[in-house]
C-alpha cells in the first residue's frame, strides 16, 4: 500500500507544470515589438538589380544646359540671317571684275554678289526717266552707316563700304536699269535707279548718301 502511494506521489512530481494562458494584450505586445526589431524592407521602387548602374544626378542638369545652349544658338543663328548687317561672316571678299573674255578662276563676274556669289542682279529694261542715274560700267556708295546692306534689283550684293572708290564700287553684269536699295537697322529705306548704258556720260554712278534715322 505505501509502495504503491509512493509511486503515485513520483509520478505526480515527474508531470509537466501546465503553464497559464497568457492574456491577450501580452499578446498584442510580442507580436508588436517582433515587428520593431525587424528590418524595413526596400519598396519596388528603390530596388534595383545587383548589377544595375545608376544614374547621376548630375546627368539630368547637364542635359538641361547643353539643350538650353543649343536653343539660344538656333535664335542667334536666325537673327543674325535675319539682319543684314549682320551679315559681315558671310560676305565675301571683292575681287576684281573679269570681263567676259578674261580672268582667273579665283575671280568673280562683274555684277556678281558678295553675299551669294551664285547670284547676280538681272537688269531690268533701259529706262530714261527723271531722277534716274546713268553710268557705263559702275555704282560707287559712299553712304553713312556704311555696314548698310546694298540691294540692286532684290539681290543682296554686300555692305555700303565694299562698294566704295577704294574698292572700285560694284561693276553692273549687263546694260540695263538696276533698283539700288539700301537698308540699315534704325534706319529709313533709301532707294535709287540707275541706268547702265555704253552710250552714258559718265563711267560711274555714285550714291552719296547720309541715312535718315528712324523716328
Avoid at 538589380?49 to 543663328?77: F, N, S
Avoid at 575681287?95 to 575671280?107: A, I, K, L, S, V
Avoid at 539700288?180 to 552710250?199: I, N, W
Wanted: some cysteine; hydrophobic content about 40%.
Amino acid at each position: 500500500m505505501s509502495v504503491a502511494a509512493g509511486r503515485i506521489g513520483s509520478a505526480r512530481l515527474c508531470a509537466p507544470l501546465a503553464t497559464p494562458p497568457e492574456a491577450p494584450g501580452a499578446l498584442r505586445l510580442r507580436i508588436n515589438s517582433r515587428k520593431m526589431t525587424e528590418p524595413p524592407t526596400e519598396s519596388s521602387r528603390e530596388r534595383h538589380a545587383p548589377g544595375e548602374p545608376r544614374m547621376p544626378g548630375w546627368v539630368p542638369i547637364v542635359i538641361g544646359i547643353v539643350l538650353v545652349i543649343m536653343a539660344g544658338l538656333a535664335v542667334w543663328t536666325g537673327l543674325r540671317y535675319r539682319n543684314p548687317t549682320l551679315a559681315g561672316g558671310i560676305i565675301h571678299p571683292q575681287h576684281t571684275p573679269r570681263g567676259m573674255t578674261g580672268g582667273g578662276p579665283d575671280e568673280q563676274e562683274p555684277g556678281a554678289s558678295l553675299v551669294f556669289p551664285e547670284n547676280s542682279p538681272t537688269a531690268n529694261e533701259t529706262t530714261t526717266a527723271a531722277g534716274v542715274m546713268v553710268a557705263r560700267r559702275a555704282l560707287e556708295t559712299n553712304v553713312v552707316p556704311d555696314d548698310a546692306m546694298v540691294y540692286v534689283n532684290g539681290v543682296p550684293i554686300g555692305e555700303a563700304k565694299q562698294f566704295d572708290a577704294a574698292h572700285d564700287g560694284y561693276d553692273f553684269p549687263t546694260a540695263g536699269s538696276y533698283t539700288v536699295r539700301l537698308v540699315a537697322p534704325g534706319y529709313k529705306d533709301a532707294q535709287f535707279v540707275v541706268s547702265a548704258s555704253e552710250d552714258a556720260a559718265q563711267e560711274i554712278a555714285r550714291i552719296d548718301l547720309r541715312m535718315q534715322r528712324q523716328q
